[in-house]
């Protein structure tokens, strides 16, 4: 399949009390083998899906949070955060996971994958993407 | 143009289902062609065969059956989320022990590599629902 294609994962919502961060996750991961390119973005509650120190235990759900971490094996790594969005929940990105990849194009140096966007950068995002998938 | 259908609702509880079902039937209509319709997260339970809607109301899932038999559309349910909701053909039944299977016809289930093969064949990716 030579067509490559820009996805982009608008992820929206807290990573617990509905299903969709997981099943966001999910379809990412199993993309990651068609060779598209692939941007993550993080916006409104999405934004705590990368919060440090997740513990499901209590309510009885599988914790994924770190699974997040191996996005970069995945060739996963460009990941977008509304900045407005960590603002209004007192949040900044110190509190979420600090997201890496390894660049094979530099000698395999692990560099950031974490982006902060505003509302401008994130309509852009939107606008340039092939194929949107909201969760 | 091509199109792919995603459909994240069941029947009943949200329109989306049906819109799902009005765009796909009028996208035809209009000459367009429908790659795949990939039934994900509640959407799932548009295909099992077992609901029994009051006689003056629509049945989701036998308007897409027949849509299906007529332009030989290609619906697929996503099998974890199937799995979950108890959506089940007759290998997945046998495989989970389960009596009997409800997938109904001309759905068939397969795995989150379709909806992401649907993205980049179709020209348009079409989402209905949450």
Not at chain 1, 102 to 127: G, P, T, Y
Not at chain 2, 7 to 16: A, D, K, L
Not at chain 2, 41 to 56: A, K, L, S
Not at chain 2, 89 to 116: M, T
Request: glycine letters at 8%; aromatic letters at 10%; charged letters at 25%.
């Amino acid at each position: 399949m030579s067509v490559t294609k820009k996805f982009t994962y608008i992820n929206r919502k807290a990573p617990y009390g509905t299903v969709y961060a997981l099943e966001s996750l999910e379809v990412v991961l199993i993309g990651a083998a068609f060779e598209q390119e692939v941007q993550l973005v993080f916006v409104d509650d999405g934004v705590y899906q990368l919060t440090k120190g997740q513990d499901a235990a209590g309510i009885g759900m599988k914790s994924f949070s770190k699974t997040y971490a191996a996005l970069g094996d995945y060739d996963v790594n460009q990941i977008y955060v509304c900045e407005q969005s960590l603002a209004d929940r007192g949040l900044t990105i110190d509190d979420l996971q600090a997201l890496t990849y390894e660049d094979e194009d530099d000698d395999w140096a692990e560099k950031s994958s974490m982006n902060l966007v505003n509302r401008e950068q994130l309509s852009d995002l939107i606008s340039n993407a092939d194929v949107l998938l909201n969760f | 143009m091509k199109f792919a259908i995603q459909i994240n609702e069941g029947p009943f509880t949200h329109q989306s289902a049906d819109t799902a079902y009005q765009f796909t039937k009028a996208a035809i209509e209009n000459g367009h062609e429908i790659f795949r319709v990939f039934f994900y997260h509640d959407g799932v339970n548009n295909g099992t065969m077992y609901g029994v809607p009051p006689q003056d109301d629509r049945n989701v899932q036998a308007l897409w059956s027949d849509l299906a038999e007529k332009h030989d559309l290609d619906l697929v349910v996503c099998v974890a989320a199937a799995q979950r909701r108890g959506i089940m053909d007759e290998d997945e039944a046998k495989r989970h022990g389960k009596g009997a299977s409800n997938i109904a016809p001309k759905f068939r289930i397969s795995g989150l590599g379709q909806l992401i093969e649907a993205g980049i064949q179709a020209d348009r990716l079409m989402v209905f629902g949450d």
